[in-house]
């Protein structure tokens, strides 16, 4: 079977045995595999940590074709599934320790991630797979990494009481993540106020059914119109830290800041002024990915017609290393979807 490896830093499509699935592991055979940002890191070696030799890929949509023992508990042959689960924690948990216990597989000291969908045979933890139904197509493969982690940020919401029906404010909200988090937002109620840079990225934020879209310039301006004192909530998915900064600024008191996004080290710390902290009394977290409850959401709001990817490219396994290429040039707008995996 065919597979992208990283070999030395290098990305390579090498022909390999198909292999075998373990206790409680299933084997997929994959109909499309999203690629994500964070594979460009690894690929580019971006992360200090990450291994220059590794399978790469951990978004993706297959079918089930063989079981290893224990795994029929989870799952059927034949099953058309997602798998992902952003990456981080979706290979294994334990499922006994205070972390998986509370919801948070990604913190078990156990967890391994997902890497490998970039491939035409995969085996995968059964436990982590979510079947699709049929109305959520192949090329829906992104929301297992990108869908989800919008999710499970748009989430962090209800856990912290912040009421549908008032208003929030995406910063980044074009974005492979953003785009998502503003359909899930309006799914749940909540009055959404797009942020992000230049006329056609705007139209494409009111086009995924934000209320308004608006510049990080004009962004304290409308929010002062539109809120009494700032807005309820800030989730924060843009890649640079004055982004981080805009979402603190248009925090409202008791308001919730969920940051997502990652900027490079080099753009530094957030500012925070402690006074600010003794007016507005916020809460600051961060959301990372989801667990396979999550992806269940995921799909169904899928397949009810309420979230839908943006996929701006459509691939075949052998043209992976250019869509990375074209990926760290900005070229296509949305996700990249690799569609056949022996091509
Ligand atoms: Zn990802
Ligand atoms: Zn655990």
């Given at each position: 079977?065919?597979?992208?490896m990283?070999?030395?830093?290098?990305?390579e499509i090498?022909?390999?045995?198909?292999?075998?699935p373990?206790f409680?592991e299933?084997r997929v055979?994959m109909?499309s595999?999203?690629v994500c940002?964070s594979?460009?890191h690894i690929?580019?070696?971006?992360?200090a940590?990450?291994?220059?030799?590794?399978p790469v890929?951990?978004e993706g949509?297959?079918?089930?074709?063989?079981?290893?023992?224990g795994?029929?508990?989870?799952?059927?042959?034949?099953?058309?599934?997602?798998?992902?689960l952003?990456?981080s924690g979706?290979?294994?948990w334990c499922?006994a320790?205070e972390h998986?216990?509370?919801?948070?597989p990604?913190l078990c000291?156990q967890?391994?991630?997902?890497?490998g969908?970039f491939a035409?045979?995969?085996c995968?933890y059964a436990?982590s797979?979510?079947?699709l139904?049929?109305?959520?197509?192949?090329e829906?493969?992104?929301?297992?990494c990108g869908?989800l982690t919008a999710?499970g940020?748009v989430?962090?919401l209800?856990k912290h009481?912040?009421?549908p029906?008032t208003?929030i404010?995406?910063?980044g909200?074009a974005?492979?993540l953003?785009?998502y988090a503003?359909?899930?937002a309006?799914?749940?109620?909540?009055?959404?106020?797009?942020v992000?840079?230049?006329?056609e990225k705007l139209?494409?934020?009111?086009?995924?059914?934000?209320?308004?879209a608006?510049?990080?310039?004009?962004?304290?301006?409308?929010?002062?119109?539109?809120?009494?004192?700032?807005?309820s909530?800030?989730?924060?998915?843009a890649?640079?830290v004055v982004g981080f900064?805009?979402?603190l600024q248009?925090?409202?008191?008791?308001g919730l800041f969920v940051?997502v996004g990652?900027?490079?080290?080099?753009?530094g710390?957030?500012?925070?002024q402690?006074?600010?902290f003794?007016?507005?009394?916020p809460?600051?977290?961060y959301?990372a990915?989801?667990?396979?409850q999550?992806?269940?959401e995921?799909v169904d709001?899928?397949a009810?017609?309420?979230?839908?990817?943006?996929i701006g490219?459509?691939?075949k396994?052998?043209?992976?290393?250019a869509?990375?290429?074209e990926?760290e040039?900005?070229r296509?707008?949305g996700r990249a979807?690799i569609?056949?995996?022996?091509?």
């Amino acid at each position: 079977m065919k597979a992208a490896m990283l070999r030395s830093g290098s990305l390579e499509i090498l022909d390999l045995p198909t292999p075998e699935p373990g206790f409680e592991e299933a084997r997929v055979r994959m109909r499309s595999a999203g690629v994500c940002h964070s594979d460009l890191h690894i690929v580019r070696g971006d992360w200090a940590g990450v291994p220059d030799t590794m399978p790469v890929g951990h978004e993706g949509i297959g079918v089930v074709e063989a079981l290893g023992p224990g795994a029929e508990r989870y799952i059927d042959i034949g099953d058309r599934v997602i798998l992902g689960l952003g990456g981080s924690g979706g290979g294994y948990w334990c499922g006994a320790c205070e972390h998986c216990l509370s919801g948070e597989p990604r913190l078990c000291a156990q967890s391994r991630g997902i890497m490998g969908t970039f491939a035409e045979e995969f085996c995968v933890y059964a436990r982590s797979l979510v079947r699709l139904p049929d109305d959520v197509g192949d090329e829906e493969a992104p929301l297992a990494c990108g869908g989800l982690t919008a999710y499970g940020a748009v989430k962090k919401l209800f856990k912290h009481q912040v009421r549908p029906g008032t208003t929030i404010a995406i910063v980044g909200a074009a974005g492979g993540l953003g785009h998502y988090a503003i359909q899930i937002a309006k799914a749940f109620g909540y009055t959404v106020i797009g942020v992000d840079v230049g006329e056609e990225k705007l139209k494409f934020v009111e086009s995924m059914g934000a209320d308004f879209a608006v510049t990080p310039d004009d962004a304290p301006a409308l929010v002062a119109e539109k809120t009494e004192r700032g807005v309820s909530a800030s989730l924060v998915f843009a890649a640079r830290v004055v982004g981080f900064q805009l979402g603190l600024q248009l925090l409202g008191p008791g308001g919730l800041f969920v940051a997502v996004g990652i900027p490079p080290t080099s753009d530094g710390p957030i500012t925070l002024q402690p006074f600010e902290f003794f007016v507005k009394s916020p809460t600051v977290i961060y959301s990372a990915v989801g667990n396979v409850q999550d992806m269940r959401e995921v799909v169904d709001l899928a397949a009810a017609g309420k979230l839908k990817s943006h996929i701006g490219r459509v691939a075949k396994l052998s043209e992976l290393p250019a869509v990375f290429d074209e990926l760290e040039a900005s070229r296509y707008v949305g996700r990249a979807v690799i569609t056949d995996l022996g091509g």
